[in-house]
C-alpha cells in the first residue's frame, strides 16, 4: 500500500480522483499488497531567476493572480463542456491502473451550486486489453450508470455502487481542481506558487504555474496550465516525490466548452430500448449551499457519545483529519499528528480524528485502545467528508476559529505534511487574532459597539 494516501474512492463530486495518491479506494476494505515500481517522473527543473518566488511569501504575486483568475472562471461557470485524455490513473502504476482513458464531461449547475456531471468514455482496467465503456451520471446524491451485460440502467447512493466495474475510471476522472467547490482549493494553499513560463495545449496558449510544498526534490507538486483566452485549465499535473515513490499523473481537456446551453437529453442517460431499470433512492440531506472557504455545520458523536460540532468549536481554531482504520497511511500519521497537537495544546487548537467508511465501529475502538491514541475522536464522519469534498485520507482540514476551511491537506508524507498542517494552524490562529484585535464596527449614529 502506497504510504502517501489511501483513495478515497467516493462518494461526493471531486473525485477520488485522478490527483489523489493511489492506494485504497473506499469503495472497497483494501488489502495489503507490494508497492509497484511506480511510472517514472521527471522532476521539474528550478523555476528560472526572474520567475523564482520572491522572499516575501515564496508565492509570485503574478503566478497567484492567474491561479485566483482561473478559480473564479470555474466558480462562475454555469455549464461547462470538454473532452478529457488521462494516460494513467492514479500514482501507482503497474497493473491496476487504469490507463489510456478518453471521456467527454458535461457539467452543469446543481440548486446547491456544485455540478451534476455527465461522464461518458473507455479506458483499459487493470490487465484487461479491451476497453471499459462507462456511461455514468453523478448528481451529487447517487451515482446513475450503464450496465450494458446486465442491460440494466442502474441508480445506487454513494458508497452502494461497489460493483460497477467503471467506478475507478470515474472517480479519477471527477478533478477536484475544477468540479470542488473549492476550486484550485490544493494548488492556491501551497507554499510556493510560480510562472513556469507559456505552452500550447492542444493548439491553445496557456500559462502555465508550478505550486508545491517545495520547487524540487522531495514533496508534493502541482502544475496547471491555464488558458489565456479564457483563464480555465487545460492541463492539470499532479507529482509525488518522495523516499518511496516518484511519480505523476497528467489530464489534458480539450474542445472547452464553457456556459453554452445543454439540452436535457445531453445531461441524463437515456435508458435503451430493452434495458431495464434499477433504482435504489438515496437518502435525501436538506442541501447546504457553502461559503467559498466555509466549513458546513456537523454535529459529530465521540465514542463515549459525547457531541462536537461547528458551533461547540466557534471561536477555536479546530483541526479534524478524516481517516480509517483500514488506512495505514492515516494510522502512521497518528504519532505525528500527536506531536503536533502536544505542541498547540497550549494554544488552545482543538485536534480530531475522525473515522469515515468503517463497517463497525468496534474497529475504531480496538484501534485506539492497541496503539495508545490520545488524539479525541470522531464517528461516523462520512457525510461531513463527502461535503468538504475529501478525495483522500488521510485528509485533514484546517478550520478557523470563524468556521472558515482555512486549509485542506491531503495524504501523508513524513517529509511535508505536519509542516503543511502546522502552516495552516498558524494562518488561523493569525487570522482569528487580527479579527479579535480590529475595533468594533460603528454602530447607527456614529458610535461604536464598545461605546454602548
Known sequence: MNSSGSRFHVTRLGVALLF???????ARQPAESTVQAPSAVQRPAAAPAAQQAQPNGNQQPEAKALLEKSRDAIAAAKTLEFDLFAP??????????????????????????GWVMHISGNGIVAKETTPTEFDVVWDRQSI??????????????????????????INGLRIPAITSDRPLGEELS???????????????PCDVVLTGSALEGQGSRKKVWIAKSDSLPRKLENIIDSKLISASTVV??????????????????????????????????????????????????????????????????AVIQFWGTWSNPSKRSHAELQQLADS???????????????????????????????LPVLLEADSLAERLDV????????????????RLVSNYLKETTMKEIGEGIETALKEAAEKKAAPAAPAPGGETKADK
Not at 501551497?190 to 491553445?204: K, P
Not at 465514542?303 to 462536537?308: A, C, F, S, T, W
Open 391 to 406: 478525495q483522500s485520507v488521510p485528509t485533514v482540514v484546517v478550520m478557523g476559529a470563524d468556521g472558515a476551511n482555512v
Open 344 to 374: 498547540y495544546k497550549d494554544k488552545g487548537v482543538k485536534f480530531f480524528i475522525a473515522s469515515v467508511r468503517e463497517k463497525d465501529p468496534q474497529s475504531v475502538a480496538d484501534y485506539i485502545k492497541e496503539s495508545n491514541i490520545a
Open 144 to 169: 446513475t450508470w450503464v450496465d450494458n451485460q446486465a442491460k440494466t440502467v442502474y441508480t445506487r447512493p454513494f458508497g452502494q455502487a461497489r460493483n460497477f466495474k467503471g467506478l475507478q475510471m
Open 252 to 317: 489534458e481537456l480539450s474542445n472547452v466548452k464553457v456556459n453554452e446551453t445543454i439540452p436535457p437529453e445531453k445531461i441524463g442517460i437515456a435508458t435503451p430500448e430493452g434495458y431495464a431499470v434499477d433504482k435504489t433512492e438515496p437518502v435525501v440531506n436538506k442541501p447546504v449551499k457553502l461559503d467559498k472557504l466555509a466549513v458546513p455545520d456537523f454535529e459529530l458523536s465521540s465514542p463515549d457519545g459525547n457531541k462536537v460540532s461547528k458551533t461547540s468549536l466557534a471561536g477555536n481554531v
Open 190 to 204: 501551497q507554499t510556493f506558487i510560480v510562472l513556469q513560463g507559456s505552452e500550447d495545449v492542444n493548439g491553445v
Open 88 to 113: 494513467q490513473i492514479g500514482l501507482m502504476g503497474g497493473d491496476r491502473s487504469p490507463k489510456n482513458v478518453k471521456a467527454h464531461m458535461i457539467l452543469t449547475r446543481a440548486d446547491n451550486g
Open 20 to 26: 489523489a495518491c493511489a492506494g485504497t479506494a473506499l
